[in-house]
């Protein structure tokens, strides 16, 4: 059969309850006419829309070409793999019929939904990005600490003008003095982790709060790295599949648009697994941390042992912010003091701040 069909090149990054035309192209390279041409498209259950398969009916003539589209909805995140098509061709005069599979896979990634701070009971201002300084060697302008009056060599952009027109002497901003810390963002997938009669809710809702803080640091402009425990679904494109050490998934903090798609493609295809716990990873993970990073860990539940390895991490200088998806265990570390060397917060989908 000469008959030539292909998907249209596309990339398909869809995030739940979006909604895409996949692109066929259906060519005739021959001399002679198709009375009809019948492609099925093996849609995923996942990404089908409606409850009956799709299959597009058609004529094509001598030399031509036809464009068709099959919409597909997201429902949920994870990876798919388009099937393969079922195409049957028939001739003007019914004596022929003839049917063939053309092996077009294509890729579906479906993102984790992506929330506002405050849509998860978050600040909609968390402390990430920054520490005070040991040293006052990197002035933050966004952190004003007070005022003094101009000393020789100060820069005119200091010069707070307001305060100088009140006091009729020239007045100059003082900072906190900070450095850029790395942020690293941890997520717990090991199934013993979560309770069964609530699994799909918790852990989807660990990976969404993993997404949300990712885009909220990257947009920021703060460098992002991504270590995890997870298991991988199959099919997940080879240009952002992670480096894999003893099965922990890990991504280098970058910046950058780019390092916040490779993240949520791969928050996309995470699963849990039953084979390595989370303090296991976080040890063999933070052996070698700087000080002045900050480690996010995203869990089911703050357990005594994740405490006790929280704040030996923290007398390292790191700082430490637990985000609980199930039940908080250690109250008393709630609504600790803004730069608090570890923090506990908890995460629900109901809005506002707990």
Known sequence: MNLQVSRLPEDYYLFPGDSRALGLQVANPTFFPFAWISIFDRIPAALRTGSHPQRSVFSLAPHATHKLHFQITARERGVYRLGALDV?????????????????????????????????????????GSFKALQRINPDPTRLAGLRQYQEG???R??????????QTL?????????????????????????????????????????????????????????????????????????QIHGTVHVSPRQGMTQL??????????????????????RESTLNLASATILLWVVA???????????????????????????????????????????VFSVSRGGGIV
């Open 88 to 128: 049957s061709v028939g001739d003007f005069f019914g004596v022929r019929t003839q049917s063939f599979r053309v092996d077009e896979g294509k890729t579906v990634v479906v993102f984790p939904e992506i929330f506002q701070l405050t849509e998860l009971t978050l600040p909609a201002h968390l402390s990430i």
């Open 301 to 343: 539940q703050d357990t005594p042992e994740i405490i006790e390895e929280a704040w030996k991490l923290a007398r390292r200088g790191c700082q430490i912010q637990i985000f609980v998806v199930d039940e908080v265990l250690h109250r008393d570390l709630l609504h600790r003091p803004y730069g608090s060397a570890l923090q």
């Open 171 to 243: 007045q100059v901003k003082q900072f906190d003095h900070t450095v850029t810390a790395t942020c690293v963002l941890f997520l717990d997938l090991y199934k013993e982790s979560y309770e069964v009669s609530t699994f799909h809710a918790t852990t989807e809702l660990a990976i969404a709060t993993v997404a949300s803080l990712a885009a909220h640091l990257i947009q920021r402009g703060e460098a992002c790295g991504f270590v995890s425990n997870a298991a991988l679904m199959e099919y997940l494109p080879e240009e952002v599949a992670p480096s």
């Open 154 to 156: 100060d820069q005119l």
């Open 261 to 282: 798609t490779q993240i949520l493609t791969i928050l996309a295809a995470v699963k849990t697994q039953e084979e390595q716990e989370f303090l296991g990873l976080l």
């Open 158 to 167: 200091t010069i707070h003008w307001p305060a100088t027109a009140r006091t």
